[in-house]
């Protein structure tokens, strides 16, 4: 392995987008459906389901971060990093698979097993994601070929959020013969398997040419104190938990959104696609759409800059949607693909700053913990999920709302503030956060000549 950088190949860049494409296939698969699936096929109630998503995370709490070390720390004829994917892609896939079996249980059970399921997915979910990020640390050193990549990255990951988007509903109801109790578990069982040979594709294609330092103490403590000494990353770490609560208030609650408030129902709306496929469906090929902006924003206007400003319109833009009538289904459409269009850049700049941050982080303290920033950003990331789903859960189940019943005016009231004003007020305040991020394009450049130059004597010795 070489320290030198240099262009990565296209199909290398492919293959490590098909990675994010796997992983969004349950990411934005469990995201999207997972509060339709618990409340509306399995029962469980909206408070429950809250609650539900929300304990799991006090174990992420500790296996994030021990997954990250561990990653670190791990070292073989392939790498640090890729041998999770080969050793991981087929339990992901069948953990994915239970968490939507929907087995014949009691209302005691199935909780019992969806706490089971549900932490299990998320454990895998860690184990695998972790290092598979991380990986963009040590293909290359170059920033601009990181950005690069996670522009790929990010088309691959918002590939698989368009197959959840255009095919999952369609699928459920087409291989479960109209039963939404059946069709689930047979779509997700099909996806699973989709999943895990793209991971497995990931793993073939990639390699790592950053060689890990010779580590002269394997103390976690020291690393986790040189991470908490890394303030951009402890800002990033902040912009993540806003933004993934705002992004996860949308995905949990449209489904039900458009069916209670907007009154949408099964049928076919547009060729193959119902009315929640169709607004999915189109907002993320107009999130595809923006990724291929990224690029051009970075080189005008900065990493920082282009996400703070694209994450305030798109906050603003958010809030606006309140003002649409229940009779405003084609508006939503409408602005839904404008604000995903503009949202579309912010993931790939927000990973390309992760591999940043972290080499920041190694020039200031000599550690390299690529895998632990990455596992910890993750955290921060679920976390912010789960704050999001947790309200939506917790807020509806306050107002006593029952699936499959009339909503009441209180409902909708209800409805229409989580998915406008919540997550734009959300998204908002992330942008406001990224105000005190000052890590600049220029100071990069002489943290990667410094680093490089420290990493070829680091090999030399």
């Avoid at 049928?267 to 595809?288: H, P, R």
């Avoid at 404008?338 to 550690?367: H, M």
């Avoid at 209800?414 to 406008?420: G, P």
């Amino acid at each position: 392995m070489s320290t030198k950088p240099h262009r990565l190949p296209v199909q290398e860049k492919i293959g490590y987008g098909l990675g994010d494409t796997a992983s969004n296939i349950f990411f934005f698969g469990v995201n999207a459906w997972i509060f339709f699936y618990y409340t509306e096929i399995c029962k469980i109630h909206p408070t429950t389901v809250g609650t539900l998503l929300l304990l799991p995370r006090f174990w992420d709490a500790i296996s994030d971060p021990l997954m990250g070390a561990l990653a670190d720390r791990t070292r073989t004829r392939h790498g640090t990093y890729r041998p999770y994917l080969l050793w991981l892609a087929i339990p992901f896939g069948i953990c994915g698979y239970l968490t939507f079996a929907n087995p014949q249980f009691s209302e005691g059970g199935k909780l019992v097993y969806a706490y089971i399921t549900y932490i299990a997915l998320m454990s895998a979910y860690t184990a695998i994601n972790v290092p598979y990020s991380a990986l963009m640390g040590v293909m290359t050193s170059s920033s601009s070929e990181r950005t690069s990549l996670s522009t790929y990255r990010f088309v691959g990951a918002f590939s698989g959020q368009l197959i959840i988007s255009m095919t999952f509903l369609p699928m459920v109801m087409a291989l479960g013969g109209g039963d939404k109790g059946v069709g689930f578990p047979r779509a997700m069982g099909l996806l699973a398997v989709v999943a895990t040979l793209m991971f497995l594709a990931t793993f073939a294609t990639t390699r790592e040419r950053i060689k890990p330092q010779v580590r002269k103490n394997n103390d976690l403590r020291g690393d986790l104190g040189s991470l908490f000494r890394n303030t951009p990353w402890i800002i990033m770490v902040v912009a993540a938990i806003l933004t993934l609560s705002s992004a996860a208030v949308r995905w949990t609650i449209t489904p039900q959104y458009l069916k209670y408030y907007f009154g949408v129902g099964d049928e076919k709306f547009f060729l193959f696609l119902d009315k929640i496929s169709f607004v999915q469906t189109t907002g993320s090929i107009a999130f595809i759409a923006g990724v291929f902006f990224t690029g051009m924003l970075t080189r005008r206007f900065g990493k920082r800059n282009s996400l703070m400003a694209l994450t305030l319109i798109n906050g603003v833009l958010v809030v606006g949607l309140f003002l649409i009538p229940r009779d405003g289904y084609m508006t939503l459409v409408v602005l839904n693909i404008v604000g995903n269009f503009l949202a579309g850049p912010t993931p790939a700049l927000v990973w390309s700053i992760y591999t940043d941050v972290a080499d920041y982080g190694e020039w200031k303290s000599g550690r390299r913990v690529t895998g632990l920033a990455f596992s910890a950003a993750m955290f921060s990331q679920k976390l912010g999920i789960t704050i999001g789903g947790s309200l939506c859960g917790w807020i509806l189940g306050g107002v006593g709302f029952v699936p499959d019943q009339p909503p009441s005016e209180e409902v909708l009231s209800s409805f229409r503030v989580i998915a406008t004003v919540l997550p734009g007020s959300l998204a908002i305040a992330n942008g406001i956060v990224l105000i005190w991020y000052k890590l600049t394009e220029e100071q990069m450049v002489v943290v990667e000549r410094e680093l490089a130059e420290q990493r070829k004597s680091s090999s030399a010795e």
